[in-house]
């Protein structure tokens, strides 16, 4: 029953979450069409938009659409091109002082260091154990993952299919990854697989 209704609620933040990026983007269509139909006042240093308005204007817009990504997406390289713009921004349009251009410059520094040794291709979104006799198709519906499986697997002839596929030792901590998500030998009993992890993907 908690995993149902945990179920439920997470089915909820996706739908809030997808609202808010169609909104997001709905807004940030309505910006583009107000520049292009203001484009010709560039020129022009005293009405909207001269070269600074459309600069920090573009930046904004940018922005808004990494939101919009990171919305849907929930990737963690998504996080860091909204990061990355968004010091970007500040350094470019704001016209801060040197001191603050060197903080800016090492932020990013910092975050392109991050993504090269620090991101992970699969990255954990929330763990669940089941006995490995479960069905797996039953597991997809109760999560809402896409565990490949052929009719009547369980997730011990899924699991053991894949290891024994890909020579990967069993044991406590082998484990398989799939596209959205991946399964994880967390009990042995008796040299028999007795329970399963199933882990969750935010890609």
Same mark, same amino acid.
């Given at each position: 029953?908690?995993?149902i209704?945990?179920?439920i609620?997470?089915q &909820?933040? &996706?739908?809030? #979450?997808?609202?808010?990026?169609i909104?997001?983007?709905?807004?940030v269509i309505l910006?583009?069409?107000?520049?292009v =139909?203001? /484009?010709?006042?560039?020129p022009?240093? %005293?009405v909207?938009?001269?070269?600074?308005?459309?600069?920090e204007t573009?930046? *904004?817009?940018?922005?808004?659409?990494?939101?919009?990504?990171?919305?849907y997406?929930?990737?963690p390289?998504?996080v860091f091109e909204v990061? !990355?713009?968004?010091?970007a921004?500040?350094?470019?349009?704001?016209?801060s002082?040197?001191?603050?251009?060197? /903080?800016?410059v090492?932020?990013?520094? &910092?975050?392109?260091?991050t993504r090269?040794?620090?991101?992970?291709?699969? %990255?954990?979104s %929330?763990?669940?154990?089941?006995r490995?006799? $479960?069905?797996?198709?039953?597991v997809?519906? @109760?999560?809402?993952?896409?565990?490949?499986?052929?009719?009547?697997?369980t997730l011990?002839d899924v699991?053991?299919r894949?290891l #024994?596929?890909?020579?990967? #030792? &069993? =044991?406590?901590g082998a484990?398989?990854y799939? *596209?959205d998500?991946? !399964?994880?030998?967390a009990?042995?009993r008796?040299?028999? @697989?007795?329970?399963?992890?199933?882990?969750? $993907?935010i890609h």
């Amino acid at each position: 029953m908690r995993q149902i209704i945990s179920r439920i609620l997470k089915q &909820v933040a &996706v739908i809030l #979450e997808f609202t808010i990026a169609i909104m997001l983007a709905v807004g940030v269509i309505l910006l583009c069409l107000r520049m292009v =139909g203001s /484009i010709g006042n560039i020129p022009n240093l %005293d009405v909207w938009p001269n070269y600074d308005d459309l600069l920090e204007t573009c930046f *904004n817009l940018i922005i808004g659409v990494e939101l919009i990504r990171m919305m849907y997406s929930h990737a963690p390289s998504t996080v860091f091109e909204v990061l !990355l713009f968004a010091i970007a921004r500040q350094i470019i349009v704001e016209h801060s002082s040197i001191f603050s251009s060197l /903080i800016g410059v090492c932020a990013i520094a &910092v975050l392109f260091a991050t993504r090269k040794f620090l991101f992970c291709e699969f %990255d954990v979104s %929330d763990e669940t154990i089941f006995r490995a006799t $479960s069905k797996a198709k039953a597991v997809n519906k @109760i999560l809402g993952i896409n565990i490949p499986y052929e009719s009547g697997d369980t997730l011990l002839d899924v699991l053991l299919r894949n290891l #024994e596929n890909h020579d990967i #030792e &069993v =044991g406590v901590g082998a484990c398989f990854y799939f *596209n959205d998500c991946g !399964l994880r030998v967390a009990k042995m009993r008796d040299g028999k @697989i007795s329970r399963i992890q199933v882990i969750r $993907s935010i890609h």
